[in-house]
């Protein structure tokens, strides 16, 4: 037992021992200064070191200076040996360079003398002001906040969270103006840097709370902002419209899922389940097999018909009818240019071919074939619809102006 006692002071003396020697301070006087408190990204500063030995023989130690912030070195001077006598004065004067990448706000200089495994440190405030590059960057910033919190106020204005957030950027937009004044005047670069800093942490705050605050009706927003503009739709109906479009695609991705099992099997296959099931012949299979490619054949010249130099300049001018129909509220060019436009044969002939995929016909996929050319000229169909719609927009709007009509809203 008093051995184990005895072990435990021991190992208690050499923790204390070894902190004692942490502790442990040079036997010399440092006072420090700088030459300026503050200097721009690619500046330099002159950082003057006073030393007074209090020991009776002549000391040797090392000096080392350098940038700090939030205790991540940035930058340091090459290291110093110095002799320091007892009793007397030893200045030094030492170049610290700032990083031209820097970022505008509060360090520390750091100041570090080692001597026979002891360290002394001391540390003076310092600060790296704005550039106007670095200033048009943080407006950059402000304006991309400003479009997102606008669209936020546009569809969460009673939010009280959306609300503190318009306060806020209200306070950072005197607060920059404050900034710029500084910045073009040549003033206080410690105040230019303390206002660069707080604006900048801000942002980081704002940009993190409209994360958080966004949803799905933002994106909606977002994404149909500029065509609301141009119609003068009001900021409600556009939301109710486009919270109509969300909900329809996502009810048709659901509905194609529950519908899987359903169009993941063949044609064929499906035919000759319920062939054996009954149990007819080879010669019922071969029947509804041959009336599936007669099938396909007429949906091939429907799709041939549409395809055609003819069919897509109906699509065109169905396109073009369209456009002004609506623009004029006109529903009889409006339905005309339903039944003028052969666009969705296109589109029931990919539909039959999907269908049909597994239906085979001169040794040949004939359904398959036909769904991939029904789906690829109906996408053609539909650009061309959407450019020449907005072209004969873009060329009627001076004489037949836009009427925000239900049939638009809605």
């Not at 030459?35 to 950082?47: F, I, K, L, R, T």
């Amino acid at each position: 037992m008093n051995l184990c006692r005895a072990l435990a002071a021991l190992a208690v003396l050499a923790l204390l021992a070894n902190a004692a020697h942490g502790l442990a301070q040079p036997d010399v006087e440092m006072s420090v200064s700088a030459s300026a408190q503050a200097s721009p990204p690619g500046g330099e500063v002159e950082v003057r070191v006073s030393l007074v030995g209090l020991s009776g023989a002549q000391e040797e130690g090392i000096l080392h200076v350098s940038l700090v912030r939030a205790g991540e070195v940035i930058s340091s001077a090459s290291p110093r040996l110095l002799q320091i006598p007892p009793g007397e004065v030893t200045s030094v004067s030492v170049s610290l360079g700032v990083p031209e990448d820097a970022a505008p706000g509060v360090y520390a200089i750091r100041i570090t003398l080692s001597m026979g495994g002891e360290s002394a440190s001391r540390e003076l405030t310092f600060y790296v002001s704005p550039t106007l590059s670095q200033i048009a960057e943080l407006a950059m910033r402000l304006t991309a906040v400003d479009e997102r919190l606008d669209r936020l106020t546009q569809v969460r204005g009673d939010d009280p969270r959306v609300q503190a957030l318009s306060a806020l950027r209200e306070s950072l937009s005197i607060k920059f103006g404050e900034l710029a004044r500084l910045a073009v005047e040549g003033g206080d670069p410690v105040k230019a840097a303390k206002l660069y800093e707080e604006i900048s942490s801000s942002l980081d705050g704002m940009e993190g709370e409209i994360d958080e605050v966004s949803d799905l009706r933002i994106f909606f927003w977002s994404f149909s902002r500029e065509l609301d503009l141009s119609l003068s739709f009001s900021p409600q109906l556009s939301l109710e419209f486009w919270t109509k479009v969300a909900t329809a695609s996502i009810w048709v991705l659901l509905i194609a899922l529950a519908l899987f099992p359903f169009y993941s099997t063949g044609y064929n296959t499906l035919a000759t389940l319920v062939v054996r099931e009954l149990g007819l012949g080879e010669e019922a299979l071969e029947s509804v097999n041959s009336r599936a490619v007669e099938m396909l054949k007429r949906v091939q010249e429907e799709l041939r018909v549409a395809s055609s130099m003819r069919g897509m300049v109906m699509v065109a001018l169905a396109g073009a009818l369209a456009s002004v129909g609506m623009m004029a509220d006109n529903v009889t060019a409006v339905i005309g240019s339903m039944l003028l436009a052969p666009l969705m044969s296109t589109f029931v002939a990919g539909a039959v071919g999907l269908a049909l995929y597994d239906v085979w016909s001169e040794g040949r996929p004939l359904g398959l074939d036909l769904f991939y050319r029904g789906f690829r000229v109906g996408i053609k169909g539909t650009a061309l619809i959407v450019a020449l719609s907005a072209l004969t927009t873009f060329l009627t709007r001076a004489f037949v102006p836009v009427r925000v009509t239900e049939q638009l809203a809605l």
